[in-house]
C-alpha cells in the first residue's frame, strides 16, 4: 500500500500556510539594508579609492608607479643559512636531516633543535614591492566580488510574479543579476591571475636550477615581474568598470529595478 493511500498529498496552501513565513521576509528586509547602503555609499566610496590607487602610477615613490623597476637584488640569487621561528618567538637555524645524529651526539646539544656546522642554501628573494602591490589588488577584487554577491542576493528577491507580457522591468533586473554574476567570475579569473605571480617565478627558478649556467633566466625573472606588475594595474582599472557600470546601470534603471511592473507597489515578491 502506498504511504498515503489511495490520495496523494495537495500543494496548494504550501506558502499560506508553512511555519517560517517571515524567514524570507526577514531576509529581504536585511538584504534592501545592505543594497541601500551599498548602491548609495560603499560603490562609491570604492570608486574614489580605485581612482586614486590608479593616481599613484605617476608617483614614482608609490609601489604602483608605471615606471616601476625591479632591482636586480630580486632576481639574484644570494646564499643564505634559512632559518624557522619558534614557538617561544625565537630564531633558531634549520637543521639539514643529515645533521641530526651529529648534533644530538655533541656535548651541551641534545636536541634536534641544535646546529653543528654551515649550511648555505640559494636562495632567491622574493619581489617586496610587488608582494604589497599584490595584496592591495587581492582584496580590492575580494571586496568587489562580495559586494556584487551581496547585490545579487537582494536582487534575486525582488524578482516580481512571472506573468506574460509586461516583464520589461523583469528584464532589466535579470540583465542586472547576469552582470552581478559576470563581475563575480571576472573578479575570481583576476584573483587566480594574482596568485599566479609566485607560481610563475617557481616555475622559471625551477628551471633554472636545471639548467644554472643560462644566463637569460634572471632577466626572465625581471621581466616576469615587470608583466605582473603591469596586469594588477591592468586589474584596477577592471575593478573601477566593475564598480562605476554596475552603478551607473542601477542608478539609470533604478524605477524598473525596485518597481518592475510599472505599479505603486513595493516590487517585491510579497
Known amino acids: 500500500m502506498p504511504r498515503f493511500g489511495s490520495s496523494l498529498p495537495k500543494l496548494d496552501d504550501v506558502f499560506k500556510s508553512h511555519p517560517k513565513r517571515e524567514v524570507l521576509k526577514d531576509l529581504i528586509t536585511a538584504q534592501r539594508l545592505q543594497a541601500i547602503d551599498i548602491l548609495q555609499n560603499v560603490m562609491p ?12 602610477e605617476e608617483d ?5 608607479f608605471k615606471d616601476q623597476v625591479f632591482e636586480v ?7 643564505q643559512q634559512p632559518s624557522s621561528i619558534t614557538q617561544d618567538g625565537s630564531e633558531r637555524k634549520v637543521i639539514v636531516p643529515n645533521d641530526l645524529d651529529t648534533a644530538q651526539k655533541t656535548e651541551g646539544h641534545n636536541s634536534p633543535d641544535a646546529k653543528i656546522g654551515d649550511h648555505w642554501f640559494e636562495v632567491l628573494k622574493p619581489n617586496p614591492v610587488h608582494a ?6 587581492a582584496k580590492e577584487l575580494e571586496e568587489v566580488h562580495m559586494i556584487s554577491q551581496n547585490l545579487k542576493v537582494w536582487l534575486e528577491l525582488e524578482i516580481p510574479i512571472i506573468e506574460d507580457g509586461n516583464s520589461f522591468g523583469a528584464d532589466v533586473q535579470n540583465h542586472l543579476i547576469k552582470e552581478l554574476t559576470d563581475v ?3 573578479s575570481n579569473n583576476m584573483s587566480n591571475g594574482v596568485r599566479a605571480h609566485h607560481s610563475d617565478r617557481l616555475k622559471l627558478a625551477m628551471d633554472w636550477a636545471k639548467y644554472p649556467n643560462f644566463q637569460d633566466f634572471a632577466e626572465a625573472i625581471s621581466k616576469s615581474d615587470q608583466y605582473d606588475h603591469f596586469l594588477l594595474r591592468s586589474y584596477l582599472r577592471t575593478i573601477l568598470i566593475m564598480y ?5 546601470k542601477f542608478e539609470r534603471n533604478w524605477p524598473k ?3 518592475p511592473k510599472g505599479s505603486h507597489e513595493a516590487g517585491a515578491m510579497y
Open 60 to 64: 614614482p615613490s608609490s609601489m604602483f
Open 132 to 137: 604589497e602591490c599584490m595584496k592591495i589588488v
Open 244 to 248: 562605476s557600470g554596475l552603478l551607473t
Open 73 to 79: 637584488i630580486f632576481t639574484d640569487v644570494n646564499l
Open 184 to 186: 563575480k567570475v571576472r
Open 45 to 56: 566610496i570604492k570608486i574614489v579609492e580605485i581612482r586614486n590607487l590608479i593616481k599613484q
Open 257 to 259: 529595478v525596485i518597481n
